[in-house]
C-alpha cells in the first residue's frame, strides 16, 4: 500500500474527511425548526367549494354573476411538524414550494393552538370583508346578512376576494354588469372594514395556484408587488390594489379597456 495513503497526517485527514461526510448525512434526516410550503387550493367566491355556496345573502336581492372571483391560498406542513435539512434542499431546487420559518407561519407553538388561531382569523375576515362590501354599497348590516362558508380555509387572506364577491352578488359592476367582466379574477389580500387591503406573505405560490387554476388577472396588495413579480406565471396579469374601492375601480377599468394599474 503507498505510503502517502497510510501516513499519520493523512489518517486524520481521512478520519475528518469521513467524519464531516457523516454529519452531513445525519444533517439531511435532521428535523428542522421549518415549515414547507407550496401553492394551495383556490376558491370562487361567486361560487361553491366543497359542495357549499360560498356566499349566501338574505334581505336584498342578488343578481346571477359569470366569471369567477379566486380567493388564492397556500398549502403547508402541519403545525408542530418539522421538515428535513434534505426535504428544505430539495423544495429550494423546485422552485414551486417555499421554506418558511415555521413560527412565521404558525406563531403558535401548540397545534391545537396554531389550528383554532386560523380559524378565528377566517371568522374576522369573514366580518371585515362582509361590513367592507356592504359600507362600499351603502347597504346596512341590519337589513342585509351575509353568510360566508370557506369549509376548512382558515386565515385572513380570503377577505379582500370575498368583499368583492358580495359586491358582485349584490351590485355587480354597478352599470348591469358583472366585476369580473367574465373573466376569472384571483387575488389575495387581508381587509379590513373602511375597505383598506393588506399584505398577506405567499404570494409568490399564490400567484402560481391562480395561474393553475385558469386566472389571468391577480388582484395583489400594492406593497406586494415585487414580491407577486418573482417567477409571475405566463399570461397572468398583476394589478396593485390598496382598497376595495381600488379593486373594484381596477376591474371595472379593465373590462372597459381603460388604464389599469401594474405592478
Known sequence: MPTALTAPR???LALCGGL???????????????TLTRP?????????????????????PTRTTSGQLRATTISATNAG????????????VRGDEAVLPSDAVYPQDDPGDAEQETAHQMT??????????LSYLHLSPSQVTV?????????????????LGIIDKLNGNGHGGDL???????????????GVIGAVGGIPLKTRAAA?????????PKSECSDAKVDTPDGLRLVPVTTLASAVAALDALDKGGAVPSC
Not at 124 to 133: G, K, L, N, P, V
Not at 150 to 155: C, E, R, V
Request: proline fraction near 4%; aromatic fraction near 6%; avoid cysteine.
Open 10 to 12: 493523512t489518517r486524520a
Open 20 to 34: 464531516v461526510l457523516a454529519l452531513f448525512g445525519v444533517a439531511a434526516f435532521a428535523p428542522l425548526p421549518f
Open 40 to 60: 394551495g387550493v383556490t376558491a370562487d367566491t361567486l361560487g361553491t367549494y366543497n359542495g357549499a355556496p360560498v356566499i349566501t345573502i338574505t334581505g336584498a
Open 81 to 92: 411538524e418539522e421538515i428535513s435539512f434534505r426535504t428544505a434542499v430539495v423544495a429550494w
Open 124 to 133: 374576522e375576515s369573514q366580518d371585515s370583508a362582509t361590513a367592507a362590501a
Open 147 to 163: 353568510k360566508i362558508d370557506l369549509g376548512d380555509i382558515g386565515g385572513p387572506s380570503a377577505g379582500q376576494m370575498l368583499s
Open 180 to 194: 369580473t367582466g367574465g373573466r376569472i379574477i384571483a387575488g389575495t389580500g387581508t381587509i379590513d372594514e373602511r
Open 212 to 220: 393553475r387554476d385558469g386566472a389571468t388577472v391577480f388582484l395583489v
